[in-house]
């Protein structure tokens, strides 16, 4: 049983690294990054972890079928991406289409995952939020007054919020298409299923694969600048990425943790 957990550990982080080289040799710019996971998480899926798609969003939930509140979230959900699509095809370039594209369909597995959230979810949900969001809120805060050399955030409350509020709106679907959904749904569930042991090992190495993922966001660095990110990267994904797995763990459902993590990413929008 261990070996077995160990080669798909060694699995999980051999696609990890594939992604980072491609997105550093192809220079990809963020966007396009995010996208290559897509049908690379697809690939995986279905010929590595030989599971069913729509088990990236909900564990052991073969069928896909949308409840009456799951449809009405799933609707609302689409409005933003779809505007911002709409809005924004004459001045965005092909990847930034495409992104919205993902935003506005992402709205689909969501309202999946809410119409299939029973009371423990939403439970798991705040716990989640109430460490993985405050912990990377305040880091993003730090990092904003680091960056610009003063106390106290570089907007006023009102636009902060604004800002926050749409960014959230998309980032929340687009989760169920990119990034949280390869970590958490995909390969979490590879390395750590049922009847596994380290549990916490798993989270944490997982939480590692996703800090160095980041690597490609950086491309034009020393070597001794990524020498530094390799170190750092892994340590400020740490508390979030380990809450994120065991949130995922113990609801069963993609809800949390990418809730959690659109509001971080809105958050840091705002106060960068």
């Known amino acids: 049983m261990l070996a077995h957990q160990s080669a798909r550990i060694l699995v999980a982080g051999a696609v990890v690294l594939y992604w980072v080289l491609l997105g ?31 088990e990236l969003w909900l564990k052991y939930q073969p069928a896909f079928r949308l409840s009456k509140l799951g449809w009405v979230a799933a609707v609302v959900a689409m409005i933003y991406p779809a505007y911002s699509l709409i809005e924004g095809w004459r001045v965005a370039g092909l990847p930034e289409r495409i992104w919205f594209i993902a935003a506005t369909l992402g709205a689909i597995p969501l309202g999946f995952a809410v119409g299939h959230a029973p009371r423990k979810t939403w439970l798991v949900l705040l716990v989640c939020f109430a460490i993985a969001g405050t912990l990377g809120c305040a880091e993003m805060a730090v990092g904003s007054m680091a960056m610009h050399h003063r106390w106290g955030l570089p907007h006023d409350a009102m636009t902060t919020v604004r800002i926050i509020a749409r960014n959230f709106l998309l980032y929340l679907p687009v989760c169920f298409m990119i990034e949280e959904v390869f970590f958490r749904g995909g390969l979490d569930s590879f390395m750590q299923r049922e009847g596994d042991r380290h549990g916490w090992l798993t989270a944490v190495l997982l939480s590692a694969f996703w800090g160095w993922w980041h690597l490609a966001i950086f491309p034009k660095t020393t070597w001794m600048e990524l020498g530094v990110l390799v170190i750092v990267l ?14 995922w763990r113990m609801s069963g459902s993609l809800l949390a943790p990418a809730v959690v993590h659109s509001f971080i990413d809105s958050f840091r929008n705002a106060v960068m």
């Open 24 to 54: 550093r040799d192809l220079r990809l710019d963020p966007n396009s990054y995010l996208l290559v996971g897509i049908p690379l998480l697809v690939v995986f899926q279905i010929f590595v972890a030989r599971r069913p798609i729509t």
């Open 234 to 247: 892994p340590l400020m994904h740490l508390i979030p990425g380990v809450t994120f797995s065991y949130s």
